[in-house]
């Protein structure tokens, strides 16, 4: 063997020489090709950095891209940011993230799942976790903390997790609704529009109720097989610290309701942050505030480009005109871009209100939570991605039917 290698060797020498002889070009063209070039490696990085980064967060991507080609045509200005929206939003994820940290939510929520023993008081459980939590921690925090333990409940007893798994989802859109603080898109309207707490509860109290009562009748469709599997429970550690953050989200909601200065409050929170934990400010998801920055950018740059401004104009003339445009242009670019795209052009408060949060259901990139639930859902269970997909468009969208139905006689008839 080794005598045939040595002699194929040669072969391929002499076969070398005799091309460089005939072909002098061809043969310097071989040997080149037989070398890595270094200069190609940065540009199959840079190809695959940008398809990852695309893939993984595709809201921060496309709103950093549309924030660019809007640029070329409108010179961004400062006006265009709402400081106090992503200071807030900056507030509330660091609270939510020391209450992660520590254990306190995944405590909670171990404790009601374990009293569930079977799949359909399992979903109820879960969907009530989801609801209640979205609404003091955004619906994308209650999806990530209830999510993971169905997860591991339906691996550990074998039943499918693709229906709990879209009406946790869909629990978290709609309970996330009921408060200023529950999902970005309130947060903006809350502030925008400079509302008070009572007309936003005035708004947001029935669809509450509403969504409560269909998310149950949903769960019904679940059959009651029996769950023979008991989480371990989740210790909270460091209670004195979980306590101080609890404390600290009342001089924030007042900032977000300018009882107190929102400037004073982040000074408050950034001190009692690193005096607790300054590691807390470092494992914050800063693409989520960039994504309302670029947001703030595009939008402003679009608002003041006649050829739009007018047609955006149009689309928000009258309640029911706001409202459709919300739910439908929802579905397109979510209910986060839509939310600030459309606040600027109507006074229609309560129809873009219902608008954005209804149209949180449909399709799955309506709202950034369900992009992030499709995203556990398929780590854990890959193969079952398009049973997910067939669930979740089955259920969304009979929701969806019913409560913008409901809400459209409401903004007709102003109820």
């Known amino acids: 063997m080794k005598t045939h290698m040595k002699t194929s060797d040669l072969e391929q020498s002499a076969g070398s020489k005799e091309v460089s002889a005939v072909h002098p070009e061809k043969a310097a063209f071989t040997r080149l090709s037989l070398i890595p070039i270094?200069?190609?490696?940065?540009?199959?990085?840079?190809?695959?950095?940008?398809?990852?980064?695309i893939k993984e967060h595709t809201f921060f991507s496309i709103s950093l891209i549309v924030a660019a080609i809007t640029s070329c045509f409108s010179m961004p200005q400062w006006s265009y940011i709402d400081v106090k929206v992503l200071v807030c939003l900056f507030e509330l994820m660091l609270i939510v993230k020391a209450l992660e940290e520590y254990g306190l939510l995944g405590h909670i929520a171990v404790n009601i799942v374990n009293r569930c023993?079977?799949?359909?008081?399992?979903?109820?459980?879960?969907c009530v976790i989801s609801f209640l939590l979205s609404m003091f921690t955004t619906n994308d925090v209650a999806i990530m903390t209830v999510i993971p333990i169905l997860i591991i409940i339906a691996q550990t007893c074998g039943f499918s997790a693709a229906v709990p798994?879209?009406?946790?989802?869909?629990?978290?859109?709609?309970?996330?609704?009921?408060t200023p603080i529950g999902n970005p898109q309130n947060l903006y309207i809350f502030s925008f529009y400079r509302i008070g707490l009572t007309t936003f509860f005035k708004y947001s109290f029935?669809?509450?109720?509403?969504?409560?009562?269909?998310?149950?009748?949903?769960?019904?469709?679940?059959?009651?097989k029996k769950i023979q599997t008991t989480l371990e429970g989740i210790p909270v550690i460091k209670k004195k610290k979980v306590t101080a953050f609890l404390l600290l989200a009342f001089p924030v909601i007042a900032g977000i309701m300018n009882l107190i200065p929102y400037a004073h409050t982040l000074l408050l929170v950034l001190l009692i942050a690193i005096i607790l934990d300054g590691t807390l400010i470092s494992k914050l998801d800063y693409?989520?505030?960039?994504?309302?920055?670029?947001?703030?950018?595009?939008?402003?740059?679009?608002s003041?480009?006649?050829?739009?401004?007018?047609?955006?104009?149009?689309?928000?003339?009258?309640?029911?005109?706001?409202?459709?445009?919300?739910?439908?242009?929802?579905?397109?670019?979510?209910n986060v871009p839509s939310a600030i795209m459309l606040a600027p052009f109507t006074t229609h408060i309560r129809a873009l209100f219902y608008g954005v949060n209804i149209g949180g259901l449909g399709t799955p990139i309506a709202s950034l939570?369900?992009?992030?639930?499709?995203?556990?859902?398929?780590?854990?269970?890959?193969?079952k991605k398009f049973q997910f997909i067939r669930t979740f468009l089955l259920y969304n969208f009979g929701m969806l039917i019913i409560l913008s139905t409901v809400f459209a006689v409401v903004i007709i008839f102003k109820m």
């Open 206 to 224: 029935p669809l509450c109720m509403i969504s409560l009562l269909l998310l149950t009748v949903s769960c019904l469709f679940i059959r009651p």
């Open 117 to 126: 023993r079977d799949e359909r008081r399992l979903a109820v459980g879960l």
């Open 287 to 302: 693409r989520l505030l960039l994504t309302f920055l670029f947001l703030f950018v595009a939008v402003g740059n679009i």
């Open 165 to 178: 798994c879209v009406l946790i989802t869909a629990a978290a859109n709609l309970g996330s609704s009921t």
């Open 369 to 383: 939570a369900s992009i992030i639930a499709y995203s556990l859902f398929c780590r854990a269970f890959a193969q």
């Open 38 to 53: 270094p200069i190609r490696s940065p540009f199959v990085w840079m190809q695959r950095t940008i398809y990852h980064e």
């Open 304 to 334: 003041h480009m006649p050829e739009l401004n007018g047609r955006l104009a149009a689309l928000t003339a009258t309640p029911f005109k706001t409202y459709v445009s919300a739910l439908l242009l929802s579905q397109i670019i979510s």
